[in-house]
């Protein structure tokens, strides 16, 4: 059973996010999107100051299996990028709620649609029967 | 057995009089500066090494003349040796892309003759045989679709949608073509979601990009309303002919309401698709898009055959090489049509739907999950193992890797991404009854194995030259040159 911590929200394509306390939100996959691409080779950032629209496509995860685009949870500014990832896209699958986050950004609108913890794993176990 | 490598074989002052370079005399047109000082290092081998080397090489190939191939048209269905024997005939090889009309009209002749055959099976009004791949003919496709409308002076069609169940290349094409991609989603049934495309579609709507069959291995049932759809609202349609192979002789595109089709004639055609190249990616059009057609076209002028080129064809979108496409794979084409004719050519398309099916029936009895159950296949059809990566771990790459064990070429893994632990599986037209049961043994055996010993399956291949390859450390580490460990020579 794969690892979703009950203090984040997530979405239906398997980004979790997380408010900080500047009012920025943190981007990543979750453990269940990682568990099921396997071992990434490659991840693709976003430009820092690039504008994105929920829903758009954020950044791109690679592995020998398939290459997916990760959307944008919310409206907003790219402010920062998972720079390590670049040399060590591994990270995403041993820590994808830490180390392994992808893109933090602004919001310019408060994000919409986003599933809490129980949602989630209802959604994860939904998809795997 | 590892082979050492040609070069690990090496010993010095060892060679073959066949070898032995002749001199050549410094060229007096390269500057001393361009000329090398040093011997490259080449391998220095006996004749019967070399021989011996890549006859052992060749051995360790898993090839459809050896094994059964269930990538089917997608890579490598088996392509009839006549074909290759009579496109490699002298008077074709020896040919020069720029010697006269008056030399060339029996290859002219073929290449009419050819651009006729592929009209009628694409129900279509006009040939180019010029792009030069898959990608090129997409192009092609989408670039008349662009230019189709801005000769019209309709500037605002900048978007082309495309279903997620489409070929993977087509949002490539039509970003390639400067043109926003719209994706609508697949029902659960694997059409359209017809709903989606009707909000989809509107003034900004330059095309849609369809396969169909699509990659989900299903006949795209009400493609009629999808054109018609599409076409109220300016739109054209693009028919990506990724899988010819299912509708060849049965179905026509331009009677399904396609605007434009590119086939890769290098799937269905004769020539292999996984072979590295090169490959021939024709486009098809109706009325409306065959002034735009890439040049150069073969036509006729004063009863002889001749290129048309920009002079006789000015809408052309233009040229996408320096001559007239791969020839080869042209002529490979023309005998292939030719030795089968109408009827055969249907029977292509029957039995590689037929084998499918007898293949998704025999996998569906034995309890395999098919992934769209009410549907018939096309030439393809999906499996997933989900349940049993859920219930033992082994996964679709551990079953294609195990296959190998069992004389079986693994078919496509994780393809489309629809399907989570997918198979997707193309027997071809040519298989014999015997192979397809054997297939069916060989995954329900691997099933079995699964469940008794799960870590058995995952230290597949065992039998094959090298075993499970580390594909992370290749992905990430590519290096692909062999460097010489000898200091060159003075």
Known sequence: MSEIPADLSYTREHEWVRTEADGSVVVGISDHAQAQLGELVYVELPEVGRVVEAGAALAVVESTKAASDVYAPVSGSVVAVNEALNAGPELVNGSPYGDGWLVRLKPSAPATGLLDAAAYTQLVADESH | ?490
Not at chain 2, 150 to 171: E, F, K, L, M, S
Not at chain 2, 212 to 236: D, K, M, Q, Y
Not at chain 2, 460 to 468: H, K
């Open chain 2, 1 to 490: 057995m590892r082979e050492p490598l040609i070069f690990e074989q090496s010993r010095a002052g060892r060679g073959a009089l066949l070898q032995a370079p002749t001199p050549v005399p410094p060229s007096p047109d390269l500057p001393a500066s361009l000329l090398r000082s040093d011997v490259p290092p080449l391998p220095e081998v006996s004749e019967l090494q070399v021989v011996r080397h890549f006859t052992r090489l060749s051995q360790q190939n898993f090839s459809i003349d050896t094994h059964f191939y269930p990538l089917g048209s997608c890579t490598m269905k088996y392509n009839p040796r006549a074909c290759n024997r009579l496109a490699m005939l002298p008077g074709f090889l020896a040919r020069h892309p720029l010697e006269p009309e008056a030399h060339a009209q029996g290859v002219l002749e073929c290449l009419f003759e050819l651009q006729e055959w592929l009209k009628a099976v694409t129900g279509m009004a006009g040939v180019s045989l010029t792009p030069m791949a898959g990608a090129q003919g997409e192009f092609a496709g989408v670039a008349m679709i662009d230019a189709y409308h801005r000769a019209r002076g309709d500037h605002a069609r900048r978007q082309i949608i495309v279903p997620d169940a489409a070929h993977g290349t087509n949002p490539a094409t039509a970003t390639m073509c400067g043109l926003d991609v719209v994706e609508i989603p697949t029902n659960a049934e694997g059409d359209v979601d017809l709903d989606a495309l009707r909000a989809a579609v509107g003034p900004a709507t330059a095309g849609i990009m369809l396969t169909n069959p699509s990659t989900l291995g299903v006949f795209e049932r009400r493609i009629t309303e999808i054109a018609a759809i599409v076409h109220e609202a300016g739109g054209l349609l693009y028919y990506d002919g990724a899988n010819m192979n299912a509708i060849l002789g049965q179905v026509l595109p331009g009677a399904m309401g396609f605007d434009v089709v590119h086939i890769n004639l290098h799937k269905t055609f004769s020539t292999p698709h996984g072979g590295g190249g090169p490959g021939a990616g024709i486009v098809a059009v109706n009325q409306r898009l065959e002034p735009f057609l890439p040049v150069p076209m073969v036509g006729q002028r004063d009863g002889r055959y001749a290129w048309l080129t920009e002079r006789e064809r000015p809408q052309s979108i233009g040229r996408l090489s320096a001559f007239m496409g791969n020839t080869g794979i042209l002529l490979r084409a023309w005998v292939y049509m030719r030795l089968l004719g109408a009827e055969g050519m249907r029977r292509v398309s029957a039995y590689a739907v037929l084998n499918a099916n007898y293949l998704l029936a025999r996998l569906r009895d034995a309890g395999f999950t098919v992934a769209y159950p009410g549907r018939r296949a096309s030439h393809e059809f999906i499996i997933s193992l989900k349940d049993v990566a859920r219930d033992t771990g082994v996964t679709a790459m551990d079953f294609a890797k195990a296959l190998l064990d069992r004389g079986v070429h693994a078919p496509t893994t994780y393809f489309p991404l629809l399907v989570p632990e997918c198979l997707l599986i193309e027997p071809t037209e040519t298989e014999a009854q015997d192979d397809l049961d054997r297939f069916v043994e060989a995954l329900v055996e691997i099933r079995a194995l699964a469940r008794r010993d799960a870590a058995e399956v995952k230290r597949a291949p065992r039998t094959t030259p090298v075993g499970r390859l580390d594909d992370v450390r290749a992905a990430k580490q590519l290096d692909v040159t062999w460097q010489s460990r000898r200091a060159p020579a003075a």
